[in-house]
Protein backbone atom coordinates (compact mmCIF):
# COMPACT_ATOMS: atom_id res chain seq x y z
CA UNK A 1 0.00 0.00 0.00
CA UNK A 2 1.07 3.36 -0.90
CA UNK A 3 0.91 6.13 1.32
CA UNK A 4 1.36 9.80 0.35
CA UNK A 5 1.84 12.48 3.71
CA UNK A 6 1.02 15.87 2.54
CA UNK A 7 2.60 18.16 5.09
CA UNK A 8 6.36 17.45 6.72
CA UNK A 9 6.44 19.70 9.63
CA UNK A 10 6.99 18.32 12.88
CA UNK A 11 4.28 15.81 12.71
CA UNK A 12 3.91 14.95 9.19
CA UNK A 13 7.54 14.03 9.41
CA UNK A 14 7.07 12.03 12.77
CA UNK A 15 3.91 10.14 10.88
CA UNK A 16 6.23 9.39 7.70
CA UNK A 17 9.06 7.96 9.95
CA UNK A 18 6.53 5.48 11.46
CA UNK A 19 4.98 4.56 8.28
CA UNK A 20 8.23 3.75 6.81
CA UNK A 21 9.55 1.73 9.55
CA UNK A 22 6.11 0.15 9.34
CA UNK A 23 7.25 -0.84 5.89
CA UNK A 24 4.99 1.29 3.71
CA UNK A 25 5.99 3.09 0.78
CA UNK A 26 5.88 6.30 1.44
CA UNK A 27 5.66 9.10 -0.55
CA UNK A 28 5.76 12.62 0.30
CA UNK A 29 4.74 16.67 0.08
CA UNK A 30 6.23 19.71 1.56
CA UNK A 31 6.36 23.43 -0.03
CA UNK A 32 9.64 23.31 2.18
CA UNK A 33 12.60 21.64 -0.11
CA UNK A 34 14.16 20.76 2.94
CA UNK A 35 11.56 18.69 4.46
CA UNK A 36 11.14 16.88 1.28
CA UNK A 37 15.24 16.25 1.73
CA UNK A 38 14.65 14.94 4.96
CA UNK A 39 11.82 12.77 3.92
CA UNK A 40 14.28 11.32 1.79
CA UNK A 41 17.21 10.55 3.86
CA UNK A 42 14.56 8.47 6.16
CA UNK A 43 13.91 6.27 3.11
CA UNK A 44 10.80 7.59 1.46
CA UNK A 45 9.74 9.26 -1.46
CA UNK A 46 9.64 13.09 -2.01
CA UNK A 47 7.69 14.28 -5.28
CA UNK A 48 6.65 17.83 -6.13
CA UNK A 49 3.69 18.51 -5.97
CA UNK A 50 0.17 17.24 -3.96
CA UNK A 51 -1.06 16.55 -7.87
CA UNK A 52 1.87 13.96 -8.65
CA UNK A 53 1.01 12.32 -5.36
CA UNK A 54 -2.41 11.60 -5.64
CA UNK A 55 -1.74 9.70 -8.99
CA UNK A 56 -0.02 7.00 -7.41
CA UNK A 57 -1.00 6.47 -3.94
CA UNK A 58 -4.00 4.35 -2.47
CA UNK A 59 -3.79 6.49 0.61
CA UNK A 60 -3.29 10.59 1.18
CA UNK A 61 -2.40 11.44 4.90
CA UNK A 62 -2.92 15.30 5.66
CA UNK A 63 -0.98 16.59 8.27
CA UNK A 64 -1.62 19.77 7.55
CA UNK A 65 -2.74 23.16 9.52
CA UNK A 66 -6.48 23.13 10.33
CA UNK A 67 -8.93 25.45 8.03
CA UNK A 68 -8.75 26.71 4.53
CA UNK A 69 -5.59 24.29 3.67
CA UNK A 70 -7.69 21.09 4.12
CA UNK A 71 -9.97 22.17 1.77
CA UNK A 72 -7.47 23.66 -0.39
CA UNK A 73 -5.30 20.56 -1.12
CA UNK A 74 -8.71 17.96 -1.08
CA UNK A 75 -9.94 20.59 -4.08
CA UNK A 76 -6.59 19.72 -5.77
CA UNK A 77 -6.04 16.02 -4.83
CA UNK A 78 -9.49 15.21 -6.24
CA UNK A 79 -9.07 14.79 -9.61
CA UNK A 80 -6.57 13.12 -9.35
CA UNK A 81 -7.02 10.17 -7.24
CA UNK A 82 -7.05 6.60 -8.26
CA UNK A 83 -10.41 4.54 -7.52
CA UNK A 84 -10.96 3.49 -3.89
CA UNK A 85 -8.33 5.63 -2.75
CA UNK A 86 -8.78 7.46 0.49
CA UNK A 87 -8.12 10.98 2.21
CA UNK A 88 -7.48 10.91 5.79
CA UNK A 89 -7.53 14.09 7.75
CA UNK A 90 -4.84 13.66 10.62
CA UNK A 91 -4.96 17.23 11.54
CA UNK A 92 -6.86 19.16 14.28
CA UNK A 93 -9.67 19.97 12.10
CA UNK A 94 -12.87 20.99 13.64
CA UNK A 95 -15.38 18.37 13.59
CA UNK A 96 -18.41 19.64 11.43
CA UNK A 97 -15.94 20.41 8.54
CA UNK A 98 -14.70 16.59 8.99
CA UNK A 99 -18.32 15.80 8.46
CA UNK A 100 -18.85 18.29 5.81
CA UNK A 101 -15.69 16.99 3.82
CA UNK A 102 -16.31 13.32 4.39
CA UNK A 103 -20.13 14.40 2.95
CA UNK A 104 -18.87 15.95 -0.26
CA UNK A 105 -16.28 13.17 -0.99
CA UNK A 106 -18.33 10.37 -0.44
CA UNK A 107 -20.53 11.84 -3.25
CA UNK A 108 -17.07 11.87 -5.90
CA UNK A 109 -16.95 7.76 -4.08
CA UNK A 110 -14.06 8.97 -2.06
CA UNK A 111 -13.77 8.14 1.49
CA UNK A 112 -12.63 10.48 3.98
CA UNK A 113 -11.49 9.28 7.54
CA UNK A 114 -11.00 11.96 10.08
CA UNK A 115 -8.46 10.68 12.77
CA UNK A 116 -7.59 12.77 15.90
CA UNK A 117 -3.35 12.03 16.37
CA UNK A 118 -2.30 12.92 20.40
CA UNK A 119 1.11 12.38 21.51
CA UNK A 120 3.19 14.86 20.09
CA UNK A 121 7.20 14.54 18.84
CA UNK A 122 7.57 11.74 21.11
CA UNK A 123 5.06 10.28 19.11
CA UNK A 124 7.25 9.14 16.19
CA UNK A 125 8.79 7.12 18.90
CA UNK A 126 6.60 5.46 21.02
CA UNK A 127 3.63 6.12 18.60
CA UNK A 128 0.51 7.73 18.63
CA UNK A 129 -2.89 8.10 20.00
CA UNK A 130 -5.04 7.56 17.42
CA UNK A 131 -8.81 8.33 17.43
CA UNK A 132 -10.33 7.37 14.10
CA UNK A 133 -13.63 8.26 12.67
CA UNK A 134 -15.61 7.62 9.17
CA UNK A 135 -16.84 4.88 7.83
CA UNK A 136 -16.35 1.74 10.09
CA UNK A 137 -15.37 -0.63 7.10
CA UNK A 138 -12.44 1.97 5.82
CA UNK A 139 -11.46 1.49 9.12
CA UNK A 140 -11.39 -1.74 8.91
CA UNK A 141 -9.62 -1.86 5.90
CA UNK A 142 -6.91 0.48 6.68
CA UNK A 143 -5.90 -0.80 10.20
CA UNK A 144 -2.48 -1.78 9.42
CA UNK A 145 -1.78 2.06 9.28
CA UNK A 146 -2.90 2.87 12.17
CA UNK A 147 -1.58 -0.31 14.33
CA UNK A 148 1.99 1.38 12.21
CA UNK A 149 1.04 4.78 13.31
CA UNK A 150 0.18 3.95 17.15
CA UNK A 151 1.34 2.95 20.56
CA UNK A 152 0.13 -0.55 21.62
CA UNK A 153 -3.10 -0.43 22.18
CA UNK A 154 -2.98 3.00 21.03
CA UNK A 155 -6.21 3.63 18.33
CA UNK A 156 -9.68 2.91 18.29
CA UNK A 157 -12.08 3.80 16.08
CA UNK A 158 -14.68 5.93 17.71
CA UNK A 159 -17.63 6.44 15.06
CA UNK A 160 -18.71 8.28 12.04
CA UNK A 161 -17.48 11.12 10.18
CA UNK A 162 -16.14 13.49 12.39
CA UNK A 163 -15.98 11.68 15.80
CA UNK A 164 -12.48 11.17 15.57
CA UNK A 165 -11.94 15.04 15.28
CA UNK A 166 -14.88 15.18 18.28
CA UNK A 167 -13.31 13.40 20.43
CA UNK A 168 -9.57 14.88 19.96
CA UNK A 169 -11.40 17.98 20.48
CA UNK A 170 -12.68 17.03 23.75
CA UNK A 171 -8.77 15.44 24.38
CA UNK A 172 -6.90 18.64 24.07
CA UNK A 173 -9.94 20.77 26.20
CA UNK A 174 -8.80 18.05 28.46
CA UNK A 175 -5.32 18.59 27.94
CA UNK A 176 -5.63 22.34 28.27
CA UNK A 177 -6.86 21.56 31.81
CA UNK A 178 -4.81 19.74 33.32
CA UNK A 179 -1.44 21.69 32.44
CA UNK A 180 -2.98 25.02 33.99
CA UNK A 181 -3.74 21.98 36.90
CA UNK A 182 -0.10 21.33 37.33
CA UNK A 183 0.80 25.23 36.71
CA UNK A 184 -1.00 26.32 39.46
CA UNK A 185 -0.02 23.70 41.93
CA UNK A 186 3.86 24.24 40.83
CA UNK A 187 3.16 28.05 40.90
CA UNK A 188 2.01 27.63 44.53
CA UNK A 189 5.26 25.68 45.71
CA UNK A 190 7.58 28.18 44.14
CA UNK A 191 6.44 31.39 45.12
CA UNK A 192 5.52 30.50 48.90
CA UNK A 193 7.07 32.54 50.85
CA UNK A 194 6.44 29.90 54.21
CA UNK A 195 9.06 26.79 52.15
CA UNK A 196 11.12 29.55 50.10
CA UNK A 197 13.83 26.77 48.88
CA UNK A 198 11.14 23.75 47.39
CA UNK A 199 13.02 22.12 44.81
CA UNK A 200 10.42 21.54 41.98
CA UNK A 201 12.85 19.29 40.47
CA UNK A 202 12.60 16.75 43.05
CA UNK A 203 9.04 17.35 43.80
CA UNK A 204 8.53 16.83 39.90
CA UNK A 205 10.91 13.74 40.21
CA UNK A 206 9.22 12.24 43.37
CA UNK A 207 5.89 13.02 42.16
CA UNK A 208 6.11 11.38 38.66
CA UNK A 209 6.94 7.89 40.30
CA UNK A 210 4.29 6.37 42.54
CA UNK A 211 1.83 8.72 43.01
CA UNK A 212 -1.38 9.58 42.15
CA UNK A 213 -0.82 12.66 40.13
CA UNK A 214 1.82 10.83 38.15
CA UNK A 215 1.48 11.65 34.16
CA UNK A 216 3.26 12.05 30.99
CA UNK A 217 2.60 16.13 31.33
CA UNK A 218 4.06 15.00 35.37
CA UNK A 219 7.26 13.27 33.20
CA UNK A 220 7.65 16.51 31.02
CA UNK A 221 7.51 19.27 34.24
CA UNK A 222 10.48 16.90 35.20
CA UNK A 223 11.99 17.67 32.29
CA UNK A 224 11.24 20.79 32.32
CA UNK A 225 12.33 21.87 36.01
CA UNK A 226 15.48 19.66 35.32
CA UNK A 227 16.75 22.51 33.04
CA UNK A 228 15.09 25.91 34.54
CA UNK A 229 12.89 26.01 37.79
CA UNK A 230 13.23 29.93 37.72
CA UNK A 231 11.94 30.57 34.19
CA UNK A 232 12.45 34.33 34.47
CA UNK A 233 13.07 34.39 30.82
CA UNK A 234 10.35 32.53 29.43
CA UNK A 235 6.99 34.78 28.88
CA UNK A 236 3.78 33.89 30.66
CA UNK A 237 1.66 33.95 27.86
CA UNK A 238 0.54 30.94 26.46
CA UNK A 239 -0.71 30.28 22.98
CA UNK A 240 -2.74 27.83 20.64
CA UNK A 241 -6.20 27.78 21.98
CA UNK A 242 -8.73 26.96 18.83
CA UNK A 243 -9.27 23.16 20.08
CA UNK A 244 -10.13 24.19 23.29
CA UNK A 245 -12.35 27.04 22.41
CA UNK A 246 -14.47 24.45 19.86
CA UNK A 247 -14.45 22.50 23.05
CA UNK A 248 -15.97 24.96 25.42
CA UNK A 249 -18.14 26.61 22.44
CA UNK A 250 -19.44 22.88 22.14
CA UNK A 251 -19.92 22.77 25.61
CA UNK A 252 -22.08 25.65 25.52
CA UNK A 253 -24.09 23.90 22.16
CA UNK A 254 -24.52 20.99 24.06
CA UNK A 255 -25.58 22.76 27.89
CA UNK A 256 -23.03 20.38 28.69
CA UNK A 257 -20.73 22.19 31.53
CA UNK A 258 -16.77 22.03 31.20
CA UNK A 259 -15.85 24.27 33.88
CA UNK A 260 -12.43 23.56 34.02
CA UNK A 261 -11.61 23.54 30.50
CA UNK A 262 -13.35 26.83 30.43
CA UNK A 263 -11.51 28.20 32.92
CA UNK A 264 -8.18 27.37 31.47
CA UNK A 265 -9.10 28.69 28.27
CA UNK A 266 -10.26 31.97 29.94
CA UNK A 267 -6.64 31.74 31.90
CA UNK A 268 -4.98 31.10 28.75
CA UNK A 269 -6.67 34.11 26.90
CA UNK A 270 -5.98 36.09 29.85
CA UNK A 271 -2.56 35.27 29.82
CA UNK A 272 -2.04 36.98 25.78
CA UNK A 273 -2.92 40.43 27.38
CA UNK A 274 -1.31 40.18 30.99
CA UNK A 275 1.28 37.98 30.14
CA UNK A 276 0.49 35.85 32.53
CA UNK A 277 2.23 34.42 35.56
CA UNK A 278 4.70 31.48 37.02
CA UNK A 279 1.48 28.86 36.73
CA UNK A 280 1.02 30.06 33.02
CA UNK A 281 4.88 29.84 32.45
CA UNK A 282 4.87 26.46 33.18
CA UNK A 283 2.38 25.81 30.62
CA UNK A 284 3.94 27.17 27.91
CA UNK A 285 7.03 25.05 28.38
CA UNK A 286 5.31 21.99 28.71
CA UNK A 287 3.29 22.75 25.69
CA UNK A 288 6.94 23.25 24.03
CA UNK A 289 8.14 20.00 25.19
CA UNK A 290 5.23 18.02 23.70
CA UNK A 291 4.20 19.84 20.92
CA UNK A 292 7.30 22.13 20.44
CA UNK A 293 5.41 24.80 20.53
CA UNK A 294 7.18 28.12 20.76
CA UNK A 295 7.60 29.85 23.90
CA UNK A 296 8.15 33.74 24.04
CA UNK A 297 11.50 34.57 25.36
CA UNK A 298 11.22 38.04 27.84
CA UNK B 1 15.34 -1.42 62.78
CA UNK B 2 11.76 -2.17 64.56
CA UNK B 3 8.76 0.35 63.26
CA UNK B 4 6.13 0.63 64.66
CA UNK B 5 2.64 1.07 62.22
CA UNK B 6 -0.20 2.79 64.48
CA UNK B 7 -3.36 2.46 62.42
CA UNK B 8 -3.96 -0.63 60.05
CA UNK B 9 -5.90 0.61 57.87
CA UNK B 10 -6.07 0.33 53.99
CA UNK B 11 -2.73 2.61 53.67
CA UNK B 12 -1.41 1.36 57.33
CA UNK B 13 -1.89 -2.08 56.13
CA UNK B 14 -0.05 -1.07 52.68
CA UNK B 15 2.72 0.19 54.78
CA UNK B 16 2.99 -2.57 56.85
CA UNK B 17 2.95 -4.94 53.93
CA UNK B 18 5.88 -3.07 52.37
CA UNK B 19 8.31 -2.70 55.31
CA UNK B 20 7.82 -6.56 56.11
CA UNK B 21 8.92 -7.25 52.58
CA UNK B 22 11.64 -4.71 52.94
CA UNK B 23 13.02 -7.05 55.83
CA UNK B 24 12.33 -4.92 58.67
CA UNK B 25 10.59 -5.97 61.83
CA UNK B 26 7.44 -4.50 61.93
CA UNK B 27 4.94 -4.20 65.19
CA UNK B 28 1.79 -3.03 64.44
CA UNK B 29 -1.49 -1.54 66.39
CA UNK B 30 -4.93 -0.65 65.20
CA UNK B 31 -8.04 -0.85 67.61
CA UNK B 32 -9.60 -3.32 65.22
CA UNK B 33 -8.71 -6.74 66.30
CA UNK B 34 -9.16 -7.94 62.57
CA UNK B 35 -7.01 -5.96 61.33
CA UNK B 36 -4.17 -6.96 64.23
CA UNK B 37 -5.08 -10.11 62.40
CA UNK B 38 -4.19 -9.28 59.57
CA UNK B 39 -0.84 -7.95 60.19
CA UNK B 40 0.18 -11.13 61.71
CA UNK B 41 -0.71 -13.12 58.48
CA UNK B 42 1.07 -11.28 56.81
CA UNK B 43 4.11 -11.60 59.13
CA UNK B 44 4.00 -8.93 61.45
CA UNK B 45 3.94 -8.60 65.14
CA UNK B 46 0.34 -7.18 66.36
CA UNK B 47 0.10 -5.66 69.92
CA UNK B 48 -2.20 -4.45 72.05
CA UNK B 49 -1.56 -0.62 73.04
CA UNK B 50 0.19 2.06 71.01
CA UNK B 51 2.32 2.42 74.77
CA UNK B 52 3.38 -1.09 74.65
CA UNK B 53 4.14 -0.71 70.65
CA UNK B 54 6.41 2.76 72.01
CA UNK B 55 8.59 0.93 74.38
CA UNK B 56 10.26 -1.42 71.79
CA UNK B 57 9.98 0.45 68.11
CA UNK B 58 12.85 2.53 67.03
CA UNK B 59 10.23 3.98 64.66
CA UNK B 60 6.84 4.77 64.93
CA UNK B 61 5.07 5.16 61.69
CA UNK B 62 1.51 6.97 62.34
CA UNK B 63 -0.77 6.13 59.57
CA UNK B 64 -4.33 7.50 61.26
CA UNK B 65 -6.38 10.05 60.14
CA UNK B 66 -5.76 13.88 60.01
CA UNK B 67 -6.35 16.00 63.46
CA UNK B 68 -6.46 14.84 67.14
CA UNK B 69 -6.10 11.28 66.61
CA UNK B 70 -2.52 12.47 65.75
CA UNK B 71 -1.91 14.24 68.79
CA UNK B 72 -3.92 11.81 71.54
CA UNK B 73 -1.24 9.31 70.34
CA UNK B 74 1.49 11.22 70.30
CA UNK B 75 0.91 11.98 73.81
CA UNK B 76 0.07 8.82 74.37
CA UNK B 77 3.50 7.29 73.28
CA UNK B 78 5.69 10.10 73.72
CA UNK B 79 6.63 8.46 77.25
CA UNK B 80 7.10 5.59 76.77
CA UNK B 81 9.32 6.01 73.38
CA UNK B 82 13.19 4.85 73.29
CA UNK B 83 16.06 7.37 73.17
CA UNK B 84 16.81 8.43 69.67
CA UNK B 85 13.47 6.94 68.68
CA UNK B 86 11.48 9.22 65.68
CA UNK B 87 7.55 9.55 64.94
CA UNK B 88 7.00 9.59 61.37
CA UNK B 89 3.22 10.99 60.58
CA UNK B 90 2.26 9.56 57.06
CA UNK B 91 -0.69 10.62 57.08
CA UNK B 92 -2.57 13.47 55.46
CA UNK B 93 -1.81 16.10 58.66
CA UNK B 94 -1.93 20.01 57.88
CA UNK B 95 1.44 21.16 57.76
CA UNK B 96 1.04 23.93 60.60
CA UNK B 97 -0.22 21.20 62.98
CA UNK B 98 3.25 19.14 61.57
CA UNK B 99 4.97 22.08 62.38
CA UNK B 100 3.63 22.13 65.76
CA UNK B 101 3.98 19.13 66.34
CA UNK B 102 7.70 19.10 65.17
CA UNK B 103 8.74 21.80 67.63
CA UNK B 104 6.97 20.73 70.62
CA UNK B 105 8.55 16.90 70.31
CA UNK B 106 11.78 18.40 69.52
CA UNK B 107 11.81 20.05 73.23
CA UNK B 108 11.57 16.69 74.57
CA UNK B 109 14.67 15.60 71.90
CA UNK B 110 11.90 13.15 69.66
CA UNK B 111 12.54 13.97 65.94
CA UNK B 112 9.55 14.08 64.10
CA UNK B 113 9.24 13.81 60.05
CA UNK B 114 6.04 14.40 58.39
CA UNK B 115 6.04 12.24 55.34
CA UNK B 116 3.00 13.04 52.52
CA UNK B 117 2.04 9.58 51.40
CA UNK B 118 0.80 9.55 47.35
CA UNK B 119 -0.24 6.50 45.50
CA UNK B 120 -3.04 5.02 46.88
CA UNK B 121 -4.11 1.22 47.57
CA UNK B 122 -2.06 0.16 44.65
CA UNK B 123 1.48 1.77 46.31
CA UNK B 124 1.08 -1.49 48.22
CA UNK B 125 2.17 -3.11 45.49
CA UNK B 126 4.27 -0.48 42.98
CA UNK B 127 5.39 1.77 46.22
CA UNK B 128 4.34 5.00 47.31
CA UNK B 129 5.57 8.34 46.45
CA UNK B 130 6.98 9.36 49.45
CA UNK B 131 7.48 13.30 50.29
CA UNK B 132 9.53 13.95 53.73
CA UNK B 133 9.94 17.16 55.83
CA UNK B 134 11.67 17.54 58.86
CA UNK B 135 15.29 17.31 59.72
CA UNK B 136 17.41 17.00 56.56
CA UNK B 137 19.85 13.79 59.17
CA UNK B 138 16.93 11.86 60.40
CA UNK B 139 15.26 12.02 56.87
CA UNK B 140 19.28 10.34 55.86
CA UNK B 141 19.36 8.24 58.39
CA UNK B 142 15.93 6.54 57.74
CA UNK B 143 16.44 6.32 53.94
CA UNK B 144 16.17 2.58 53.91
CA UNK B 145 12.84 2.78 55.45
CA UNK B 146 11.79 5.66 52.64
CA UNK B 147 13.21 2.95 49.63
CA UNK B 148 11.36 0.15 51.21
CA UNK B 149 8.14 1.79 51.05
CA UNK B 150 8.67 4.16 47.86
CA UNK B 151 8.14 3.49 43.76
CA UNK B 152 11.68 3.17 42.58
CA UNK B 153 13.04 7.00 42.61
CA UNK B 154 9.79 7.74 44.56
CA UNK B 155 10.99 9.43 47.17
CA UNK B 156 12.79 11.98 48.62
CA UNK B 157 13.94 15.24 50.83
CA UNK B 158 11.71 18.08 50.83
CA UNK B 159 12.40 20.45 53.64
CA UNK B 160 11.97 21.03 57.11
CA UNK B 161 9.05 20.59 59.02
CA UNK B 162 5.80 20.94 57.43
CA UNK B 163 7.31 20.62 54.02
CA UNK B 164 6.21 16.94 53.57
CA UNK B 165 2.60 17.78 54.33
CA UNK B 166 2.84 20.99 52.45
CA UNK B 167 3.71 19.40 48.93
CA UNK B 168 1.39 16.40 49.69
CA UNK B 169 -1.48 19.01 50.10
CA UNK B 170 -0.30 20.77 47.26
CA UNK B 171 -1.01 17.26 45.29
CA UNK B 172 -3.73 16.71 46.17
CA UNK B 173 -5.42 20.08 45.24
CA UNK B 174 -3.54 19.12 41.55
CA UNK B 175 -5.20 15.97 42.17
CA UNK B 176 -8.61 17.63 42.91
CA UNK B 177 -8.62 19.82 39.63
CA UNK B 178 -7.02 17.07 37.50
CA UNK B 179 -9.79 14.80 38.55
CA UNK B 180 -12.76 16.93 37.85
CA UNK B 181 -10.76 18.14 34.39
CA UNK B 182 -10.88 14.24 32.97
CA UNK B 183 -15.14 14.42 34.59
CA UNK B 184 -15.66 17.18 32.33
CA UNK B 185 -14.37 15.82 29.04
CA UNK B 186 -15.98 12.28 29.49
CA UNK B 187 -19.33 13.93 30.75
CA UNK B 188 -19.11 16.05 27.41
CA UNK B 189 -18.40 12.55 25.25
CA UNK B 190 -21.28 10.57 27.26
CA UNK B 191 -23.88 13.47 27.15
CA UNK B 192 -23.86 15.07 23.72
CA UNK B 193 -26.27 14.08 21.61
CA UNK B 194 -23.99 14.33 17.92
CA UNK B 195 -22.53 10.92 18.36
CA UNK B 196 -24.41 9.50 21.02
CA UNK B 197 -22.70 5.71 20.94
CA UNK B 198 -18.97 7.18 22.09
CA UNK B 199 -17.64 4.48 23.94
CA UNK B 200 -15.83 5.75 26.96
CA UNK B 201 -14.36 2.83 27.61
CA UNK B 202 -12.28 2.55 24.34
CA UNK B 203 -11.93 6.25 24.25
CA UNK B 204 -10.04 5.72 27.39
CA UNK B 205 -7.99 3.34 25.82
CA UNK B 206 -6.84 4.27 23.35
CA UNK B 207 -6.10 8.18 25.43
CA UNK B 208 -3.99 5.73 28.12
CA UNK B 209 -1.61 4.36 25.43
CA UNK B 210 0.12 7.53 23.44
CA UNK B 211 -2.22 10.18 23.81
CA UNK B 212 -0.51 13.33 25.57
CA UNK B 213 -3.05 13.40 28.79
CA UNK B 214 -2.38 9.72 29.71
CA UNK B 215 -2.07 9.04 33.15
CA UNK B 216 -2.67 6.37 35.68
CA UNK B 217 -5.50 8.41 36.98
CA UNK B 218 -6.60 8.07 33.17
CA UNK B 219 -5.69 4.02 33.14
CA UNK B 220 -7.89 4.02 36.50
CA UNK B 221 -10.89 5.58 34.36
CA UNK B 222 -10.11 3.01 31.88
CA UNK B 223 -10.89 0.63 34.73
CA UNK B 224 -14.26 2.27 35.70
CA UNK B 225 -15.95 1.98 31.79
CA UNK B 226 -14.56 -1.18 31.39
CA UNK B 227 -17.40 -2.23 33.72
CA UNK B 228 -20.05 0.57 33.69
CA UNK B 229 -19.81 3.52 31.72
CA UNK B 230 -23.90 4.71 32.30
CA UNK B 231 -23.15 5.24 35.99
CA UNK B 232 -26.68 4.99 37.19
CA UNK B 233 -26.39 3.93 40.08
CA UNK B 234 -23.71 6.06 41.16
CA UNK B 235 -23.76 9.19 43.17
CA UNK B 236 -22.67 11.70 42.06
CA UNK B 237 -21.73 13.46 45.52
CA UNK B 238 -18.14 14.11 45.64
CA UNK B 239 -16.68 13.44 49.28
CA UNK B 240 -13.34 14.41 50.93
CA UNK B 241 -12.09 18.15 50.35
CA UNK B 242 -9.78 18.96 53.11
CA UNK B 243 -6.70 19.17 51.69
CA UNK B 244 -8.03 21.02 48.19
CA UNK B 245 -9.47 23.51 51.28
CA UNK B 246 -6.14 24.16 52.67
CA UNK B 247 -4.52 24.79 49.63
CA UNK B 248 -7.39 27.08 48.36
CA UNK B 249 -6.62 29.00 51.47
CA UNK B 250 -2.75 28.78 51.46
CA UNK B 251 -3.52 30.36 48.13
CA UNK B 252 -5.28 32.91 49.46
CA UNK B 253 -2.72 33.66 52.62
CA UNK B 254 -0.22 33.49 49.92
CA UNK B 255 -1.71 35.78 47.62
CA UNK B 256 -0.93 33.08 44.46
CA UNK B 257 -4.15 32.02 42.83
CA UNK B 258 -4.88 27.95 42.31
CA UNK B 259 -8.10 28.69 39.89
CA UNK B 260 -8.14 25.55 38.53
CA UNK B 261 -7.86 23.73 42.24
CA UNK B 262 -10.19 26.07 43.21
CA UNK B 263 -12.58 25.62 40.83
CA UNK B 264 -12.32 22.00 41.37
CA UNK B 265 -12.73 22.26 44.90
CA UNK B 266 -15.95 24.76 44.51
CA UNK B 267 -17.46 21.52 42.29
CA UNK B 268 -17.06 18.91 45.03
CA UNK B 269 -18.43 21.49 47.46
CA UNK B 270 -21.64 22.04 45.18
CA UNK B 271 -21.98 18.71 44.43
CA UNK B 272 -22.73 17.85 48.27
CA UNK B 273 -25.70 20.05 47.50
CA UNK B 274 -26.79 19.42 44.28
CA UNK B 275 -26.47 15.43 43.70
CA UNK B 276 -23.53 16.32 40.99
CA UNK B 277 -23.62 15.32 37.60
CA UNK B 278 -22.15 12.78 35.10
CA UNK B 279 -18.69 15.04 35.64
CA UNK B 280 -18.81 14.11 39.49
CA UNK B 281 -19.91 10.83 38.89
CA UNK B 282 -16.60 9.78 36.94
CA UNK B 283 -14.75 11.54 40.30
CA UNK B 284 -16.26 9.60 42.30
CA UNK B 285 -15.30 6.32 40.99
CA UNK B 286 -11.71 7.87 40.15
CA UNK B 287 -11.40 8.33 44.10
CA UNK B 288 -12.52 5.34 44.71
CA UNK B 289 -10.12 3.14 42.08
CA UNK B 290 -7.31 4.80 43.59
CA UNK B 291 -8.04 5.27 47.03
CA UNK B 292 -10.79 3.26 48.01
CA UNK B 293 -13.13 6.00 49.12
CA UNK B 294 -16.74 5.43 49.12
CA UNK B 295 -19.08 6.11 46.40
CA UNK B 296 -22.59 6.82 47.30
CA UNK B 297 -25.50 5.00 45.44
CA UNK B 298 -28.52 6.36 44.36
Same mark, same amino acid.
Given at each position: MKIGVVGLGKMGQAVAYRLIKGRFAVIGFDPDSTAREELKEMGGMPIDSVEELAKIVDVVWLMVPAGKIVDDVITAIKPKLKKDAVIID *?? /? %?HFPDSVRRAESLAQDGISYLDVGTSGGLNGRDIGFSLMVGGEKKVFDRLEPIFEAL??? +? *?YGYMGPAGAGHYVKMVHNGIEYALLQAYGDGFALLKKN !? =?? @? +?? !?LEEISRVWS /? *? %? &?? =?SWIMDLAHNVFNK?? @???? &? %?GKVGGGSTGRWTVQESHEQNIPVPMIEKSLKIRDDSQKTGGNYATKVVAMLRNQFGGHKVEKV
Open positions: *GG /N %SAAP +N *G !N =RY @E +NF !N /N *G %S &VI =RDQ @ELIK &V %S
